[in-house]
């Protein structure tokens, strides 16, 4: 998965990098007839924002993922291949302990040594179908190039080495038995520079200077397993000159792939999608793969759509991207990895999230640090509230095996999945996506929501409204269906309780629609009542204002949780809640608050930047100050920094905003907190 901030990119980027850009679409069209061609669909932005999201995803709403492959073998978490040749890494140290130095076993033995003796595939989509999942994704291959499956164009594939089983075949077969739709996840092409660090060598030790295995060829594997095979160009893809690593090849620093690197990816993808017709692919990549400096991701996405046309006489597919922009989201379906949106989507979209680590990682079991089920609940209610779907990986052991507190994980979704799936499966938003003192959700499940929060969702006419908590009083009250409340259209005749016998009594009254819950809840987690009567699809609510945030003690303390975003921004988890994806200078947080004391306020922000900090202003009521955020190194390190005094005249209601401060000079930047303190 991609760890690293994802912006988009700019022309001037990709020129001082010496890349020639995309061609045109005239240019396209002109070109000589390819089989990316040969349909209805063109490899441009033009012809593929022609595209439809096919109804079955919108009603699937949640998916499980095996995010599984060889990295898992070390059961060291994510990015393995990559960590054991970083010198001094926790994932060096681990690898030297336990298999020797990566100069004598490299992360090509790793492969050999992968084996899934207690893989049941069969036994698993049972589970998975169980827990509510309606279509099941498969790791078609990582940034280590290993392929599983049958690959008629990487001989360092599953069926060939290590496992010697066709991964994806076999995945495919038992979801589609068991009445699953099959999607194969691809992130390949990011091998070029993220295995750079396999050209390496230790630089002190026993071991300075020997090079890692990244460098073997060929001639190196005379008489060892791996004989006639070369590591170097196909499987590290290293026949090159090394720079620095970056995920978009616009960076004027890292070293453009080749054009044999390029047409075999294409030929690896196109040889995944005639051979096991995913219904859904998806692309660990910012837009499309090695987009914009080449035009293989769009070649690859019009040869998708053609060959789905083909099939079933309509585009019946789903191709997640990230990062796009509007012309971009109507050609493929978003993807949000462990973020989600702000409100509701015109558009079909996707959060992918994990229970733990994507790859598996050992001390997340040992320490019982999963995502639990009441997580994983309450963000599949806030995600379909807003016409997402829910991708949850679970990662596997190497030996293909789920470890007991991700059985126990599966057992307690599955339950609570089968007393509310009828709120989950085949609706569409409302016309809001919810109310209540919580604010949009984020990768940890909205813990802190209470039986004030709400998530609507509608089936026909028939409204359900998701509830966060389990008041003593067992009184709950949603604001938005007073009486009064504009944009209500009907009568509500009856209201039940999803999971539970008992009748339900309520009462509508200007203050909201109050329900008595019965005695005793039929689940855990979070609970859905299912209202009818009102015409849910010709209703047109408004979402009831959120209470200002207070100060207390002359603090006012204001989290992502609390802020309007505007702009494409995101609340996501980068080890700490921020608000981030501040990717254009478009984006602003607004904060609605109120305070008793006037004068002067000190303003404190705690921010996270990568690189060319930008300046920010802080405003409230008719003050501002201009701050400048610092480089912290990593988009998970964050640090505290003293904005300037803001000067409040008048004690109440205020809003309180950060935007950029230079719109043309902006750079992302990561927000955890923003803190006013009364100036003594």
């Given amino acids: 998965m991609l760890l690293s901030r994802r912006k988009f990119l700019r022309k001037s980027a990709a020129a001082a990098a010496g890349f020639t850009l995309l061609p045109t679409a005239a240019q396209t069209a002109s070109a000589a007839k390819r089989p990316d061609m040969d349909g209805p669909f063109q490899p441009n932005w033009d012809s593929l924002q022609n595209y439809k999201c096919p109804e079955w ?91 599983c499956w049958d690959s008629d164009y990487q001989p360092w ?137 080449s035009d293989i991701g769009l070649k690859i996405a019009a040869y998708y759509y053609n060959q789905s046309v083909k099939r079933d006489g309509r585009v019946n597919v789903v191709l997640n991207g990230k990062g796009l922009n509007d012309q971009q989201r109507m050609s493929m379906v978003e993807d949000h990895e462990r973020g989600r949106t702000q409100g509701i989507e015109a558009l079909p979209w996707q959060t992918d999230t994990c229970i733990g680590n994507w790859h598996y990682q050992l001390s997340l079991y040992e320490n019982h640090r999963y995502k639990t089920p009441f997580q994983v609940a309450r963000m599949l209610l806030d995600i379909v509230s807003k016409n997402g779907n829910l991708m949850l990986n679970i990662p596997l052991k190497g030996d293909g095996s789920p470890d007991p507190d991700e059985f126990l994980f599966l057992q307690g979704f599955t339950d609570w999945m089968q007393v509310n799936s009828e709120a989950i499966h085949d609706t569409r938003p409302w016309g809001i996506y919810g109310e209540g003192s919580g604010l949009p959700g984020n990768d940890s499940g909205n813990d802190t929501l209470t039986h004030k929060d709400f998530r609507f969702t509608t089936k026909g006419n028939t409204l359900y409204a998701a509830t966060f908590g389990w008041p003593a009083d067992r009184k709950l009250l949603i604001r938005s269906l007073a009486s009064n409340a504009p944009g209500i259209v009907g009568n509500i005749r009856k209201v039940t309780l999803l999971g539970s016998p008992r009748k339900v009594d309520f009462r ?173």
């Fill in 57 to 147: 995803f919108r009603n699937a709403k949640f998916g499980i993922w095996a995010h599984w492959s060889a990295q898992c073998v070390p059961e060291q978490g994510d990015w393995y291949a990559r960590g054991m040749y970083q010198e001094g890494s926790e994932q060096y140290e681990y690898h030297v302990k336990h298999y020797g130095h990566p100069s004598k076993f490299g992360f090509k033995d790793i492969d050999h040594i992968w084996k899934t003796d207690a893989w049941e595939p069969e036994k698993l989509i049972s589970l998975y179908k169980a827990a509510g999942a309606r279509y099941f994704f498969a790791l078609a291959n990582h940034h280590d190039n290993f392929d």
């Fill in 157 to 293: 594939n599953s069926t060939k080495i290590g496992p010697m089983k066709n991964i994806v075949g076999t995945w495919a077969k038992a979801a589609r038995d068991a009445g699953l739709k099959f999607g194969v996840s691809v992130h390949a092409s990011h091998a070029w520079n993220w295995f750079e660090v396999a050209q390496g060598a230790d630089t002190k030790g026993p071991y300075k200077g020997i090079p890692y295995d990244g460098v073997m060829t060929e001639a190196n594997g005379s008489g060892l397993w791996w004989q006639g095979l070369n590591p170097n160009v196909q499987l590290y893809a290293q026949n090159h000159k090394p720079g620095a690593f970056s995920w978009e090849f616009t960076d004027p620093h890292c070293v453009k792939p080749d054009q044999a690197y390029l047409t075999k990816f294409y030929n690896r993808v196109v040889d995944l999608i005639d051979k096991y017709h995913p219904d859904v692919l998806y692309f660990d990549d910012t837009v499309l793969p090695f987009y914009p400096v």
């Fill in 508 to 680: 509508r009254t200007p203050e909201g629609l109050e329900i008595t819950l019965p005695q005793n809840p039929p689940c855990d987690y979070a609970w859905v009542v299912k209202i009818e009567g009102l015409n849910a699809s010709q209703s047109k609510p408004v979402m009831p204002p959120l209470p200002p945030v207070t100060e207390a003690n002359g603090v006012l303390n204001l989290t992502p949780n609390e802020a309007e975003l505007h702009g494409g921004l995101q609340t996501e988890v980068n080890g700490t809640q921020d608000i981030g994806f501040w990717d254009s200078a478009k984006g602003y947080a607004v904060w609605h608050a109120s305070v008793t004391q006037t004068g002067a306020w000190k303003v404190e922000a705690r921010v996270s930047c990568t690189a060319n900090p930008p300046a920010f202003i802080v405003s409230a009521a008719n003050s501002s100050v201009t701050a400048q955020a610092v480089n912290t190194g990593a988009w998970n390190t964050y640090q505290s920094i003293d904005c300037g005094t803001l000067h409040i005249d008048a004690a109440g209601d205020l809003t309180v905003t950060v935007r950029p401060a230079d719109p043309q000079n902006w750079s992302p930047i990561n927000l955890a907190s923003l803190v006013l303190r009364h100036a003594q």
